[in-house]
């Protein structure tokens, strides 16, 4: 059982290069979510996706884009990276959008020069 | 806007030890209080609080949920080196589609 599986685990891009994270999870949740976590501000939610082709934005979604096509898979886009994204990026699934109980993926460390 | 407030912000005691974690928080339409155990990596789930179970217990573990004075603590007895990492506070709140608002978390350092 995989459970939410993000790739890559570490990245360094250049200021204004574009890439995506990737999300996947396989226990058929609802909800799924993006959170970058940085020294001393704890876990902060960037998009969530309640189901399949409905996104919302959360505290800080500025410079990042979600698209949610089918129910597993859940990217984050960044479209012109720049150094405050410099972040450790968590992806988080809930089997629905009320059930609160989150799996957190491994984390992908990002590094943007 | 939601604030989840976590103190002390870090912490270092002594294997054997008790130690209580806070957690207060200001959030329209709560709807629960989770804690979750941060070690290298992605952080896992602990606890889950809400108005039908103010209290959790797991082994060393407890948790309490004060809805009237908007807190809650984390209680680990007899702490060993393992219990070594970021403990993080979060609250659901929401009418519709909920959010969770993290606190910043506690880092604890259990030395020999």
């Known amino acids: 059982n995989a459970g939410v599986t993000q790739t890559p685990k570490f990245q360094v891009l250049k200021t204004g290069q574009s890439m995506t994270l990737q999300c996947a999870q396989d226990m058929n949740h609802e909800y799924m979510s993006w959170y970058r976590q940085d020294p001393g501000m704890g876990l902060r939610l960037i998009h969530y996706s309640v189901g399949a082709g409905i996104t919302d934005q959360g505290e800080v979604p500025n410079g990042y884009n979600v698209s949610r096509s089918t129910t597993e898979d859940f990217p984050l886009r960044l479209l012109s990276a720049a150094p405050s994204q410099t972040s450790v990026y968590f992806c988080?699934?809930?089997?629905?959008?009320?059930?609160?109980?989150?799996?957190f993926g491994s984390g992908t460390q990002l590094s943007v020069l | 806007e939601d604030k989840v407030v976590q103190s002390p912000l870090s912490l270092v005691v002594h294997e054997g030890d008790t130690v209580t974690l806070n957690c207060s928080y200001e959030?329209?339409?709560?709807?629960?209080l989770l804690w979750y155990k941060q070690e290298k990596k992605a952080p896992t789930f602990l606890f889950m609080l809400t108005s039908s179970g103010i209290e959790k217990k797991s082994g060393r573990l407890s948790s309490i949920l004060d809805k009237k004075e908007l807190f809650s603590i984390l209680n680990i007895t007899a702490t060993q080196t393992g219990d070594s990492a970021i403990y993080l506070c979060a609250v659901g709140a929401g009418a519709g589609s909920y959010q969770l608002t993290f606190g910043k978390g506690t880092k604890l350092s259990v030395i020999p």
């Open positions: 988080a699934s809930s089997r629905t959008a009320t059930n609160e109980k989150l799996f």
């Open positions: 959030v329209t339409n709560f709807r629960s």
